[in-house]
């Protein structure tokens, strides 16, 4: 009896450990692709963006194609961007993938990031509270369930209300900075920015900002982790704005990772399309700001070596070439040549230098006495010289 009793216990305890299992699974199957995306250009009480509302709509059309179910929010105001987000909020679930697309204005205050409404009319810090979204609410919003949650931002351009509240920030204790601020990912979160912390993404000269642009490109990319499409955004932006502009990333993303593209055939991917270890973003952006303004190559080097991953690799690398450059000597050796033989017609005619010896000679000559020069034939007889004197006679003088 006992040996039955036992029996059952352990059919049980099975039938508990598989029972998780089988909901982890269903959860899998019944999970979806949920993307919030907004771009605000006609802005009331700041210079529109033209790009902001292109930008988010070629996002929201290669997301769609990528199998996410999209909200598309266009110049948002207020009330508006707060009821999009709610409403994204709730269709999520737990395994579901959640994706947050903004394009427009956005700003840093005491180390806050915010984004702004079409409506937003700044006129002392204290406003942003009531009329701009505080994003780390956003990103809450959207792990409440635990689920991967992808964040990019094109919200770092240019903003007038940074200079308008600046000047009444400093007395208030309130620290208003242009662009967006460093933000840590938490679990299961990437965080993708224009550019990096601090710095001014653009607007863009044609239709889609820089960054837009190369997302556009780059996400149907099949079977690509968002770590290494992000470090191919990077080298795109990068080389379309001379460097000016670097996007910045921060990821807490675990194994498998994330696709936009997934091939449902491979569940393997080669080596080079691995994901690369994470790398502590601080402590990289510490470092390249100690850095950033030598002509060292040293320094770019021990940045190479110190973060391989680094976000900042590629303009380290060109500024290592750069100083590194033998250009400048070889400039002054060809223009000591080129010197040389700029100064070789001077030497070479000989006439032309006889010619110049002699023209004088011939000058004195007719200026002789005995020629018939009565100047000096009178100068010569004061000094005594007859035959300058009888020579003066002929001449009539």
Request: hydrophobic share 40%; charged share 25%.
């Amino acid at each position: 009896m006992s040996k039955i009793c036992l029996l059952c216990a352990c059919l049980l305890f099975l039938a508990g450990l598989s029972a998780p299992a089988s909901s982890e699974a269903e959860i899998s199957q019944r999970s979806h692709r949920y993307a919030l995306v907004i771009g605000n250009s006609a802005y009331r009480y700041a210079p529109s963006l033209p790009n902001g509302v292109n930008d988010a709509n070629a996002i929201a059309r290669i997301l769609e194609e990528t199998g996410f179910k999209v909200t598309l929010g266009l110049d948002a105001d207020a009330s508006t961007f707060r009821e999009l987000i709610g409403k994204f909020r709730r269709n999520l679930q737990p395994g579901d993938v959640s994706l947050f697309y903004y394009a427009g204005h956005g700003l840093q205050a005491n180390g806050e990031n915010y984004l702004l409404p079409v409506d937003a009319a700044l006129h002392r810090p204290a406003d942003l509270a009531l009329e701009a979204e505080r994003l780390q609410d956003i990103i809450a919003a959207m792990t409440a369930e635990e689920n991967t949650a992808i964040v990019l931002l094109d919200a770092c351009r240019d903003n007038p209300f940074v200079k308008q509240l600046s000047g009444q920030s400093q007395s208030r204790g309130f620290a208003i900075e242009k662009g967006l601020g460093a933000l840590d990912a938490g679990r299961g979160v990437f965080i993708g920015f224009a550019t990096q912390p601090g710095n001014v993404a653009l607007d863009g000269a044609v239709n889609h900002s820089p960054f837009a642009d190369s997302l556009v490109k780059r996400i149907k990319t099949p079977s690509i982790d968002i770590e290494i499409l992000m470090r191919r955004v990077r080298l795109d932006v990068m080389n379309a704005t001379s460097g000016r502009q670097v996007p910045w990333s921060n990821s807490s993303l675990v194994e498998p990772g994330f696709s936009f593209n997934p091939d449902p055939t491979s569940n393997n991917q080669s080596p080079s399309e691995l994901p690369q270890p994470d790398i502590n973003t601080a402590k990289d952006l510490e470092f390249w700001k100690s850095i950033k303004d030598t002509s060292d190559v040293s320094m770019y080097r021990a940045y190479l070596a110190a973060f391989p991953n680094g976000v900042f690799i590629e303009i380290a690398k060109s500024r290592i070439a750069k100083f590194q450059a033998p250009s400048p000597p070889r400039k002054k050796i060809l223009t000591r040549k080129v010197s040389r033989k700029a100064s070789l017609p001077i030497n070479e005619p000989s006439a032309n230098r006889s010619a110049e010896t002699t023209a004088p000679a011939k000058q004195e000559s007719v200026g002789r006495c005995r020629d018939g020069n009565k100047e000096r034939c009178r100068e010569r007889c004061r000094e005594g010289v007859r035959r300058a004197c009888r020579k003066l006679q002929q001449l009539g003088g």
